[in-house]
């Protein structure tokens, strides 16, 4: 299924101003709401990635990413490749992660599903970068 958010993505290496996301459902949904324009990606040359015992395990960790994503109704994004975030100006690596993590602690849903993080983590980038245009 295509996204045209994934589909968007820059490409890129990293570096300076950009904050690479952890493999993570978690760090995928917060690329996943990123403003247009701030995505970037770069392929994974190596399958499995250094680091992995092999391509089995990789295979397991992309599925449970897809299976959180679907949770909180976000399209799983094409596999095999690294993805950032370029952060506000203003903002360190610190303080970009602090800011998601306090917005969904401080809208902590009863039951904690994934379907609730999105507009949460939205409203949270948006503050991020409202001062950064």
Request: charged letters at 25%.
């Amino acid at each position: 299924m295509n996204d045209t958010k994934w589909d968007a993505a820059v490409e890129c290496v990293g570096g300076d101003g950009w904050i690479e996301m952890t493999e993570n459902g978690w760090g995928l949904l917060i690329a996943h709401q990123a403003p247009v324009g701030t995505l970037g990606r770069a392929p994974v040359t190596s399958v499995p990635r250094p680091g992995w015992a092999s391509n089995a395990d990789r295979e397991s960790v992309c599925d449970d990413i897809d299976g959180y994503l679907a949770d909180a109704g976000v399209t799983a994004p094409p596999r095999y490749f690294r993805w950032f975030v370029r952060r506000p100006k203003a903002v360190t690596d610190n303080q970009f992660w602090s800011a998601m993590g306090g917005a969904v602690a401080a809208d902590w849903p009863e039951d904690n599903h994934p379907r609730h993080h999105p507009p949460v983590l939205e409203r949270a980038i948006a503050e991020l970068y409202s001062d950064d245009r």
